[in-house]
Nanobody, 126 residues
Framework: QVQLVESGGGLVQAGGSLRLSCAVSGRTLRSYNMGWFRQGPGKEREFVAAISRYGVNILHADSVKGRYTISRDNAKNTVYLQMNSLKPEDTAVYYC???????????????????WGQGTQVTVSS
């Protein structure tokens, strides 16, 4: 069974930056395409970014494109989300998730991701 643990969240002013990390254990990270999702107050969980097993394919949501960057280090079994130019509307609990499908095609579909972390809170003040 794979476990995912997010870290790096916190309180930051608008325009600031944070880097989230997702440590994966139980199985090697390269077994999964990985994604980041977020859920803001009173909102549904939404896709943020995804990266294929070896980082060849990457997808970012339009709302974060140009500001966020997903990356991974398979040797460290860790996935990252670099968040720059943060806005108050980025405030949310951020989750990493693992998609075990044997494919390098990354998707934004929540149901494809079988394993989830507990989330880390990101709060952006104006």
């Amino acid at each position: 069974q794979v476990q995912l643990v997010e870290s790096g969240g916190g309180l930051v002013q608008a325009g600031g930056s944070l880097r989230l990390s997702c440590a994966v254990s139980g199985r090697t990270l390269r077994s999964y395409n990985m994604g980041w999702f977020r859920q803001g107050p009173g909102k549904e969980r939404e896709f943020v970014a995804a990266i294929s097993r070896y980082g060849v394919n990457i997808l970012h949501a339009d709302s974060v494109k140009g500001r966020y960057t997903i990356s991974r280090d398979n040797a460290k079994n860790t996935v990252y989300l670099q968040m720059n130019s943060l806005k108050p509307e980025d405030t949310a609990v951020y989750y990493c998730a693992a998609d075990p499908a044997p494919s390098n095609i990354v998707v934004a579909t929540i149901s494809r991701y079988n394993y989830w972390g507990q989330g880390t809170q990101v709060t952006v003040s104006s």
